[in-house]
């Protein structure tokens, strides 16, 4: 089944406690994206990939950290998580061809509780 | 200025009856996509459907339709006959760029419409 992953689901920590979201999608995707929603604000991209070893920020990278070693992979770290980092949070992915195969496919999120 | 604009925060719909959700969306990108996306209230965003600025059909996917009117800069979703199960959140989302397939990927999202299913 064609699908992006995301773990843990759920996940409460607390302020300065280094954390990683993993996201993996099989599908083959060159492109890949996180994501938060917060209520009010919508979702905001954090930060994207082009292809492996090819990273750039959204519009609210401050606080996080990517990589991109694997087509399949792209991890979300928080290195000092603080409590405005309290959010759900998607990774999404697509193709880079024509624009009618850049539909973005999203993961199921994660919740994020920062105390 | 917002690029995605959706008006409606709340609706309600009779079961078996047909609804619109209204979208607006702001580029001079001669070139772009628009997509809406279905959250229901277990978080997950689902993929419903996608219309191309180029294409000179409205897009189709089962019982949802995009209402496109490219003059206006809209991009409504018309679901017919709701189900219970359509109560979620609907988002519009825009993605500008090339056509051939380079520039920014980012995806840039409407505020979104809840939608409520009435027995």
């Known amino acids: 089944e064609a699908q992006v992953t995301q773990n843990p689901r759920y996940l409460i920590t607390v302020t300065g406690k280094k954390l990683t979201v993993t996201c993996s999608q099989n599908m083959n995707h060159e492109y890949m994206s996180w994501y938060r929603q917060d209520p009010g604000l919508g979702l905001r991209q954090i930060y994207y990939?082009?292809?492996?070893?090819?990273?750039d920020k959204g519009d609210v990278p401050e606080g996080y950290k990517v990589s991109r070693k694997e087509k399949r992979n792209f991890p979300l770290i928080l290195e000092s998580p603080s409590p405005n980092q309290t959010s759900l949070y998607f990774c999404a992915s697509s193709f880079t061809g024509t624009v009618g195969l850049q539909t973005q496919y999203f993961g199921p999120g994660t919740r994020l509780l920062v105390l | 200025a917002q690029k995605i604009t959706q008006t409606q925060p709340g609706m309600f719909v009779q079961e078996k009856e047909a609804v619109t959700l209204d979208c607006t969306y702001d580029t001079s990108d001669p070139s772009y996509g628009l997509f809406w996306y279905k959250q229901p209230s277990s978080g997950e965003m689902i993929f419903l459907i996608y219309q191309g600025s180029y294409d000179q059909q409205n897009a189709t996917e089962g019982r949802y339709s995009l209402n496109f009117q490219k003059a206006r800069k809209s991009a409504n979703l018309v679901i017919s006959a709701s189900q219970l199960g359509d109560s979620a959140m609907y988002f519009c989302a825009m993605r500008e760029g090339s056509y051939s397939g380079a520039g920014s990927y980012q995806l840039t999202f409407g505020k979104g419409t809840k939608l409520s299913v009435i027995p």
């Open positions: 990939s082009m292809n492996v070893e090819v990273t």
